[in-house]
Antibody, heavy 113, light 112 residues
Framework: EVQLVESGGGLVQPGGSLRLSCAAS????????MSWVRQAPGKGLEWVAN????????NYVDSVKGRFTISRDNAKNSLYLQMNSLRAEDTGVYYC??????WGQGTLVTVSS | DIVMTQTPLSLSVTPGQPASISCKSS???????????LFWYLQRPGQSVQLLMY???NRFSGVPDRFSGSGSGTDFTLKISRLEAEDVGVYYC?????????FGQGTKLEIK
């Protein structure tokens, strides 16, 4: 069974940083592109970033370019999202996703003073 | 960016009756590899998101056969042949042919 378990969310002040982690199991993690998707409170889904299997190709939505960095450690079956210079509009639930396999339960990030 | 437009945005259906959701993309989702990169997802109330269909019409493992997907190019449809109570939630279409990947606005399906 595919499992994706996010961690690292929390309350942070504007301008602060957070690092999200995702532990993957139940599939060959190193064989799949992985993504982060977020959902603002009461809103729809927004793709944030993705990374290819070896980790040398990364893409971002324009609103997070230069502030967020996606990475992975295939030896640890883990996906990461380093979030810097956080803004109020970054508030939401962040999901770790393999679009062909499944979604995690999400971790809540709240950016507020 | 590819814009994904879903209709209707809300739907109320009697159990046992069919339901249909349309998704239109602003550009073709047909890739040169012959695949069409259109997915359908369901978010049940208070829950995470689950995959229903990939590449337009392929049901994901465990998805009941009352769900079907069709379409090509820029026009796609998700159909539920006989609605059950567990089908309530918000349905999203999504494209992965181009960066940024984009979702439709979501269609909220309720039981009448």
């Amino acid at each position: 069974e595919v499992q994706l378990v996010e961690s690292g969310g929390g309350l942070v002040q504007p301008g602060g940083s957070l690092r999200l982690s995702c532990a993957a199991s139940g599939f060959i993690f190193s064989s799949y592109w992985m993504s982060w998707v977020r959902q603002a409170p009461g809103k729809g889904l927004e793709w944030v970033a993705n990374i290819n299997q070896p980790g040398n190709e990364k893409n971002y939505v324009d609103s997070v370019k230069g502030r967020f960095t996606i990475s992975r450690d295939n030896a640890k079956n883990s996906l990461y999202l380093q979030m810097n210079s956080l803004r109020a509009e970054d508030t939401g639930v962040y999901y770790c996703v393999s679009f062909r396999l499944g979604w995690g339960q999400g971790t809540l990030v709240t950016v507020s003073s | 960016d590819i814009v994904m437009t879903q209709t209707p945005l809300s739907l109320s259906v009697t159990p046992g009756q069919p339901a249909s959701i349309s998704c239109k993309s602003s550009q073709s989702l047909l890739h040169s590899d012959g695949k069409t990169y259109l997915f359908w997802y369901l978010q049940r109330p208070g829950q995470s998101v689950q995959l229903l269909m990939y590449e337009v019409s392929n049901r994901f493992s465990g998805v009941p056969d009352r769900f079907s997907g069709s379409g090509s190019g820029t026009d796609f449809t998700l159909k539920i042949s006989r609605l059950e109570a567990e089908d309530v939630g918000v349905y999203y279409c999504m494209q992965t042919i181009q960066i940024p990947h984009t979702f439709g606005q979501g269609t909220k399906l309720e039981i009448k």
